[in-house]
Structure formats: structure tokens, C-alpha cells
């Protein structure tokens, strides 16, 4: 059986799309530049590039910062007793669509209204994106096909770009749910935003810079999106009106910024601003005057990465490689108050960590339910495969999600309170769809 073949991991590797040669450049977490997906020094370095997945190797006690020197997490309580916490049995966990083998699918990312579902879909070498309903029913596939006018090769569906492998990732829906804007390569080794309007067979490209383009996040009100380019030397947050095709740049030069994520309402863009290994979290409050409302929400030595609002606007939730141990790969999950009225660092901040030793999803980021209380994640326990957990921030508890799934992640939650996440079966990545009781 034919394993997991060129598929391009979104994380890390994608992290470092926007890092231009740069001194100031984002890395893997191995320190060292992504290497091109399917290669063999790629496949060597797979399993050490995906973040919190195996603890660190032991230090000699003299490598070790005293634990003393950190400000403490606050553990939940069920974690700190060692209790046997109780189980959240879903009313229903079932795949998105039918299980076969000889294909991958990926970062699953609901619509504004949660009536459809897309999906990034590699099998061998075709990638596609496939947008369904809930109940798995295919609406669109989006794919590359031969080309009638060059037999020696393949074409991309975006037109004059020919490979034999294409990547399309960062799929952002547009309000109505009528519209996709995502991020390709196009065959070309260039990454640029492109458009797709459902029901079409049409494609808009939307960039073309010699540097590279994505990340795209589409406005949940305005027909807008922000995204980010190395077209600076470093990465850079543009603003674009879909209409007009015009770029606006929000941000201005200095360290990457990166992963830029709108507001609930419309009017702030969350973002992540440093580089390397130390990236802190900014908000932008007014896109009329990035530059002078650009505010810090974190700022200290650890790395905090892809912040995601709450559904109601006032919190942030954002992954961190804080920890009291002081160990780089172990990474937890930290809720702030938006409006910044929380402490930027110290003890203050690390009291804010509402779950411990999670696996970062840096694609999707962290997946928040309807109700802004709570948060579903992947816990680090390659023993249990990875489960999924369910943080409660009002009732502070932590508590194991029953799906009887193995290696989770990608996880995303819809509007109407489905839970959506990849698991492996038979070493094939597919999307399942888990509904919680009400």
C-alpha cells in the first residue's frame, strides 16, 4: 500500500513560505529552511518539522533553565490531581465522506454560515479542493487537468502555468458563502492568491509578484481580504478590495507579520509579528491606520503563534511554547482578553495557558465552538493518538472528546457547533465530522 506521497504539510514548513532570505527569517522548527514536500531530505525531516508531536531529547541538567526562574501555568485542575478526567461522548462521529484508500485529506475550513465544507484533497500527485455539504454530499471540485495544448505535461486550472504538481492551501470563504480565495502555486513555484466563485469553471488570479502571496483571510462583512507577501524582503500584511483589485499595505517592514486573521466584526485583524523562533501577538484596531493603531498583545522570549478570535469578538486564542520546563517543543494554549486589558508577559500571561502540552495546528489555528466558551484541540499523546480534548475556559475543565479516532488534527468548528478534524485510517488522512450532544 501506497502511503502519504508529496503532500505539502501545512504548519512550520508553510510558516516559512513568506520568509524571503531574510535575516529576520521564520524557521522550521529544526532551525533549517523547509525543504521542497516529497523530497527525501523533505521525508527524512517530516516527522522532526511537525511541532509538539515528540518531546525533546534530555538535556544535561547544566542545559536545563531552572524551572523556579518561569512563572508557573496555570494547570487545570483535573491534570494537576492526576484524576482520571471524564469523557464528552459526541452524539454522533461519522467521516465526512466515504473512506478509501490512495488519497489525503486535509485542513478542512467551513463557510461564514457552516453549510459547506472544503477540503484540501491530494491523491498521488493531483491536488485538489473539494467543497461538499455536511452530510458529504460534493458540491465543486476545484483541480488541475491535461492540457489539450502541451501533451508533455499538466495544467494547473489556472491558465498558462504548467507542472506536474500543484499545491493549493489557505482556502478563506467569502461572506455569503458563494466564493473561495485561497493560496497556489499554480504549477509554477510561486505562490499567489487566487479567486474561485463557486459554481464557476472560472479562476481569477488576484496576484502576480515575483515574491510570494497567501495566507488570504476574507472579511466576514466587507468584500476585502488581508493576506501576506514577501514582495517587502520580508513578510508584510496587504489589504485588498476584491472589486477594485486594489492593495493597500498595512504593516511596515522590520520583522515578518504573519497569519492575519479579521475580527468578528470586521474592523481588527489579529496577526503575529517577530521572527526565527520568537514571534509575539499583535492587533491591528483600525485598518484605516494600521501603523498607528498596531498594538502589541504579548511580548516575551517564547513563541506564540496563529491567533484566532472568539465567535463574540473578545477573546484571543493563540498557541505558545511557553511552559514551566522551558522546553521549546512543548506547546500549550493561551486565551487573552482582545482588547488587550491582559498582561503582555510573566506571571500574568502564563496564568492565561487554559490547556498544556497541545499540538499547535498552524494552519487552522485553534478551533473555537459557537458559544466562545469553549475550545477543541489535539493533545500530545502519541500513546492515545493524539486525542481530541475540549477546554472549557468558564467551567476550567479539560476533557477527552470520545471520537475512536487516531493521529488528529486539523481541527475547525462551524457555525452550527459541528466539530470537523483529519485522523488517520490505514495511513490515510480523512475528514470526520463529530456533533456534540446539546
Not at 489556472?158 to 455569503?176: C, H, M, Q, R, T
Request: net charge positive; hydrophobic share 35%; glycine share 8%.
Amino acid at each position: 500500500m501506497k502511503a502519504r506521497k508529496n503532500v505539502l504539510f501545512i504548519g512550520y514548513p508553510l510558516l516559512a513560505v513568506f520568509c524571503i532570505a531574510c535575516s529576520g527569517a521564520v524557521t522550521t522548527p529544526s532551525g533549517k529552511a523547509p525543504q521542497k514536500p516529497g523530497s527525501a531530505v523533505a521525508k527524512k525531516e517530516k516527522k522532526r518539522t511537525r511541532p509538539a508531536v515528540k518531546k525533546a531529547a534530555k538535556r544535561p541538567d547544566s542545559m536545563k533553565a531552572p524551572v523556579a526562574a518561569l512563572p508557573k501555568a496555570a494547570v487545570p485542575a483535573s491534570e494537576a490531581k492526576g484524576e482520571k478526567p471524564a469523557l464528552i461522548t459526541p452524539r454522533s462521529v461519522r467521516p465526512l465522506m466515504q473512506i478509501e484508500a490512495g488519497r489525503n485529506d486535509s485542513n478542512p475550513t467551513w463557510s461564514t454560515t457552516g453549510k459547506l465544507i472544503a477540503v484540501e484533497r491530494s491523491k498521488g500527485d493531483k491536488k485538489e479542493i473539494v467543497i461538499a455539504r455536511p452530510d458529504g454530499s460534493i458540491v465543486q471540485t476545484v483541480y488541475y487537468q491535461l492540457s489539450s495544448d502541451n501533451s508533455q505535461g499538466m495544467e494547473f486550472f489556472f491558465p498558462g502555468l504548467f507542472e506536474d504538481v500543484s499545491y493549493n492551501a489557505g482556502i478563506s470563504w467569502s461572506p455569503k458563502g458563494d466564493r473561495i480565495v485561497f493560496m497556489s502555486n499554480g504549477g509554477e513555484g510561486n505562490y499567489d492568491c487566487y479567486l474561485r466563485e463557486l459554481g464557476s469553471k472560472k479562476t481569477v488570479r488576484l496576484t502576480k509578484h515575483k515574491e510570494k502571496d497567501g495566507q488570504a483571510h476574507w472579511s466576514p462583512v466587507d468584500d476585502v481580504v488581508v493576506f501576506v507577501s514577501g514582495r517587502t524582503g520580508r513578510g508584510d500584511i496587504y489589504l485588498m478590495d476584491i472589486g477594485t483589485r486594489e492593495i493597500t499595505r498595512l504593516t511596515q517592514g522590520g520583522k515578518a507579520y504573519l497569519y492575519p486573521q479579521w475580527s468578528p466584526k470586521g474592523k481588527k485583524v489579529a496577526l503575529i509579528h517577530g521572527s526565527n523562533e520568537n514571534h509575539d501577538i499583535y492587533v491591528i484596531n483600525d485598518v484605516k491606520e494600521p501603523v498607528q493603531s498596531l498594538t502589541a498583545l504579548t511580548s516575551w522570549k517564547h513563541d506564540d503563534l496563529r491567533p484566532v478570535w472568539s465567535p463574540d469578538g473578545k477573546k484571543i486564542a493563540f498557541y505558545s511554547n511557553y511552559n514551566p520546563e522551558d522546553d521549546p517543543k512543548v506547546w500549550s494554549l493561551i486565551v487573552i482578553a482582545a482588547d488587550g486589558s491582559d498582561p503582555k508577559r510573566g506571571q500574568g500571561l502564563s496564568e492565561k495557558v487554559v490547556a498544556t502540552d497541545v499540538i499547535p495546528d498552524v494552519e487552522r489555528g485553534p478551533a473555537w465552538m459557537p458559544d466562545s466558551e469553549r475550545i477543541v484541540y489535539v493533545k500530545n499523546d502519541r500513546q492515545k493518538y493524539n486525542p481530541l480534548y475540549v477546554v472549557d475556559i468558564e467551567e476550567k475543565t479539560n476533557l477527552p472528546l470520545k471520537t475512536n479516532t487516531k493521529m488528529n488534527h486539523d481541527v475547525s468548528c462551524s457555525a452550527k457547533g459541528l466539530i470537523s478534524f483529519r485522523a488517520q485510517v490505514r495511513r490515510w488522512d480523512h475528514v470526520f465530522i463529530a456533533e456534540l450532544k446539546r
